[in-house]
Structure formats: structure tokens, C-alpha cells
């Protein structure tokens, strides 16, 4: 069946503008992930979303994140005035059961944001 | 919070060899420990995970085991390919929180 896909799969971005990235999970997965993978490191956690609703967002690096999934679906994870410590690849993940029962993760191919 | 420490960072070997990566996490209460192979310009896929009430999985050449009491688990290739070569991540959770992952071990596989 169709996996996690995210689009753009590449972004380019000046220093200073706005981008959204979009996560289409697997059908009927309640839990969605957002990480962010550094160049030659292991995805670091953003936020989290059961359902509609975001549970946790202690990972975002700041105020200029903001992430939703207003239908319980698809999912933006926007980033205002880049910076280029914002440069990474943006993974998202989806699972089909809610975080308090431990199930298992699938992957969308990510974006990699370069901000110049 | 949880901490997961993964070795080595880069590994070759022969093809038809064997290899072993190894982590360790520092949270009793993490439950499941699934590991991931990314490729470049791909996500991580999952390849293999255990559960805290198994001790050793296994799925055709890879095989993962755990270790409750040292708190570490590792992954084991066998009969290693060149398709093997990948970049190899461990990963930790308990439930209510997000997967901790470990940095990596770059895979070489040689024909």
C-alpha cells in the first residue's frame, strides 16, 4: 500500500522567508511525527500530533515553527524567516496506534530545506 | 530523559561477513527498540524492532537482541551484502514519548 510521502522532497529558501513543508501519512494512522535530520546525524524529534490534536511540540527549536494537521491527516510543518541553522532534512512518520501504545513508525522520504 | 549511544559510527566488512552494531539507552522504562536503515536520499526504513518482553528477534540474515539487565540491544547481519550498505540507526521508546534514536553507523559492504 502507499507509504508516508512528503512533498517538496527539496526547498530551497533564502535567509528570511517563509517555506511549508507537507506530510501525507498512511491512511487511518491516528499518531504523526515530525523530525529533523541533521547532515551525518540520527532524527532529533519536533512535534507530535493524535489526530487533529498536537500533544507535544517540546522539540521545536523556536517560535519560528509551527506545525498542524487540521483534519487529522495531511500535516504543514512551517517554518517563518529561515535561518541557516534551519538547514536540514524534515522527516515525517506516522503510526497507526496513539503514543501511549508503543507501535511502530514508517517514514516519509523527508524534505531537505537549504536556506542561503 | 532518554539517551541512546550507538558503535561503531562506521563499519566494513567483506561481503559474506557478518556485522554487529551495538547501542545502549540509559531509561529502564524504554519498551521498544526498533532499528532503521536509510539510505541516501531516502528515510529511515524499519527493518526489525524487539519489544522489553523479548529477548532476541530474528528475520531471515538480521537478527536483534536485548539485554534488559545492561540496557543495551544490538542488531546482527549476517551473510552481508552490498546491498546492505546503508546508514543503520537504533532507536528507543516508552510509551507516552517520541523515538530517541542513536547517530548512526555507516555500513560498507565490499564485493
Known amino acids: 500500500g502507499a507509504g508516508v510521502s512528503q512533498s517538496p522532497r527539496y526547498k530551497v529558501a533564502k535567509r528570511g522567508q517563509d517555506v511549508a513543508l507537507r506530510c501525507d501519512p498512511i491512511s487511518g494512522h491516528v499518531s504523526l511525527f515530525w523530525y529533523q535530520q541533521a547532515l551525518g546525524q540520527g532524527p532529533e524529534f519536533l512535534t507530535y500530533?493524535?489526530?487533529?490534536?498536537?500533544?507535544?511540540k517540546s522539540g521545536l527549536p523556536s517560535d519560528r515553527f509551527f506545525a498542524e494537521r487540521p483534519e487529522g491527516s495531511v500535516s504543514t510543518l512551517k517554518i517563518q524567516r529561515t535561518q541557516q541553522e534551519d538547514s536540514a532534512v524534515y522527516l515525517c512518520?506516522?503510526?497507526?496506534?496513539?503514543?501511549?501504545?508503543?507501535?511502530?513508525?514508517?517514514f516519509g522520504p523527508g524534505t531537505r530545506l537549504t536556506v542561503t | 530523559g532518554e539517551n541512546v549511544e550507538q558503535h561503531p559510527s562506521t563499519l566494513s566488512v567483506q561481503e559474506g561477513d557478518s556485522a554487529v552494531i551495538k547501542c545502549t539507552y540509559s531509561?529502564?522504562?524504554?519498551?521498544?527498540f526498533p532499528w532503521y536503515k536509510q539510505e541516501l536520499g531516502k528515510g529511515p526504513q524499519l527493518i526489525i524492532d524487539?519489544?522489553?518482553?523479548?529477548g532476541e528477534k530474528k528475520d531471515q540474515r538480521i537478527a536483534v537482541t536485548l539485554n534488559k539487565t545492561a540496557k543495551h540491544f544490538s542488531l546482527h547481519i549476517t551473510e552481508t551484502q552490498p546491498e546492505d550498505s546503508a546508514v543503520y540507526f537504533c532507536a528507543a521508546i516508552q510509551a507516552g514519548t517520541a523515538l530517541i534514536f542513536g547517530k548512526g553507523t555507516t555500513l560498507s559492504v565490499s564485493s
Open positions: 500530533f493524535q489526530n487533529e490534536a498536537q500533544l507535544d
Open positions: 512518520a506516522s503510526s497507526l496506534l496513539p503514543l501511549n501504545s508503543v507501535h511502530e513508525q514508517y
Open positions: 524487539i519489544r522489553s518482553n523479548v
Open positions: 531509561d529502564s522504562a524504554s519498551n521498544y
